[in-house]
């Protein structure tokens, strides 16, 4: 999945590298909002206010919007797929963490990694677009990309929801975990 910036292609490219690059950019959403339905049951778990709670969504939001300003300059320098892999390692590796975290603190942590990592995905996958794609084919991806950026919040959140409520809350990590290797073997 690795493109050099010097490697301009024009021609069609198949449904499975377009659904990739899709699935790498909308990663980052995902994991932001597919544990939202969880949040209000982490006050009790963890035994702490909300405002605690809030934090692991705000550290999450915070790290994935100044990673993004990194990620770009890295790629651009040492390649799409290096950095596409940390970021997928560093959110996968966060993912579990969360799932296994026993207090607030390990939580918030492990979400800021997580935002950390995941702002890889979005960052590589769109100047993969850039790279790969051209003209009216490049316009057509972005509008796609539009699309799943569109919907991928709300659809996180109903599926985390019932992720939620029929495994708990730590399911929802799983799950994210378990993407971060798919799309790590498909980088």
Same mark, same amino acid.
């Given at each position: ?67 993004? /300003?990194?990620? #770009? =300059?890295?790629?651009? *320098? ?7 892999? $940390? &970021? %997928? ?42 790279? /790969?794609?051209? #003209? =009216?084919?490049?316009? *057509? ?7 799943? $950026? &569109? %919907? ?36």
């Amino acid at each position: 999945m690795s493109s050099a910036p010097g490697n301009q292609a024009t021609g069609a490219h198949s449904p499975w590298l377009i659904a990739n690059v899709l699935a790498q950019i909308s990663f980052g959403l995902l994991a932001m909002t597919l544990c939202l339905p969880s949040m209000q049951e982490w006050g009790t778990v963890f035994a702490t206010h909300q405002a605690d709670v809030q934090l692991t969504f705000s550290g999450y939001v915070v790290a994935y919007g100044a990673l993004q /300003l990194v990620y #770009g =300059p890295l790629s651009d *320098r040492h390649g799409r797929q290096p950095i596409l892999m $940390l &970021g %997928l390692v560093v959110a996968g590796l966060a993912s579990v963490m969360a799932a296994l975290a026993t207090d607030i603190a390990t939580l918030t942590a492990a979400r800021v990694l997580q935002g950390a990592g995941s702002a890889a995905s979005m960052v590589v996958g769109r100047s993969m677009v850039q790279d /790969l794609f051209r #003209g =009216p084919h490049r316009t *057509r991806v972005m509008a796609y990309i539009g699309m799943a $950026l &569109g %919907l991928c919040p709300p659809l996180a959140t109903l599926v985390g929801g019932q992720i939620h409520v029929r495994f708990g809350w730590q399911a929802n990590f799983v799950l994210l975990a378990v993407l971060a290797v798919l799309l790590l073997v498909a980088a």
